[in-house]
């Protein structure tokens, strides 16, 4: 960790008026996942737990930054009808970004970097951001989302078959081997290729062009989107240290 005052929870009011005004700290690195279902093999926090671990090791990289806790919650409509599913509404989770900016502000600190891990918050982030900056002139207001930073790395070392990726698969199982093993249960793990039509797939250069809205129960019976059976802790080190290092160095270029 950096020396300071690396997690915004730990550390003093004064501390911290003292640290901005001295332009040790400028800004924070937010993380953001969600409360829902990755099959029977995966807990309910696997996206909030890659988004905390991969905005961990950026927080180590990049100076002048403080580490909020996470957003527990997210935008997960997609996945209600699975128990255990928790899910903001779209404007409730715009809300509170606009809310912690807010805060944020009076403390001045300007800047705001978030680390989201659950693709389903990916556009309501996108919005939020506008509404930040339409309230905040001042403020700057960034989001990384993980799984799209990490896919072209793991297009290079993937072992699942074409079609086989979407949620619960390959690359979040193999994140939370090396984050969490404990709280992975491989004998549970199982094989699904989502119920799509022959032109929608969840591979990047097939939605790239196209979106489109999508119920998890609709397209699979387990939850699973993908070949968690492919899965590896050396291949999740490998995406969360690519992660780290692609964000850091786009956070440290700004």
Request: charged share 20%; aromatic share 4%.
């Amino acid at each position: 960790m950096k020396q300071g005052f690396p997690q915004l929870s730990a550390t003093t009011s004064p501390g911290l008026s003292l640290s901005v005004k001295m332009g040790r700290i400028n800004g924070v690195i937010l993380p953001i996942g969600s409360v829902e279902q990755h099959g029977a093999h995966l807990p309910l926090s696997t996206d909030t737990l890659i988004a905390d671990r991969v905005a961990r090791q950026v927080s180590e990289r990049c100076k002048a930054t403080l580490l909020m806790p996470p957003i527990e919650f997210g935008c997960s409509s997609e996945h209600s009808h699975f128990p255990g599913t928790i899910s903001l509404r779209p404007e409730t989770m715009s809300n509170i970004l606009l809310d912690i900016t807010i805060s944020l502000m009076k403390s001045d600190l300007k800047r705001v970097f978030i680390i989201n891990g659950h693709g389903g918050n990916r556009a309501v982030i996108e919005v939020a951001l506008t509404t930040i900056k339409e309230a905040l002139p001042e403020m700057q207001a960034y989001s990384f989302t993980t799984i799209d930073i990490v896919k072209p790395k793991y297009n290079e070392i993937r072992k699942s078959e074409r079609g086989l990726v979407g949620h619960a698969d390959e690359i979040e199982t193999s994140m939370m081997l090396a984050i969490s093993p404990e709280l992975v249960d491989m004998a549970k793990a199982v094989r699904e290729r989502p119920m799509l039509p022959e032109p929608l797939s969840f591979e990047p250069e097939d939605s790239a062009g196209i979106s489109f809205a999508w119920g998890a129960k609709e397209i699979s019976k387990s939850g699973v989107i993908g070949d968690p059976l492919q899965a590896s802790a050396e291949t999740g080190r490998i995406l969360i240290d690519y992660a780290t290092e692609v964000i850091s160095g786009k956070i440290n270029g700004l």
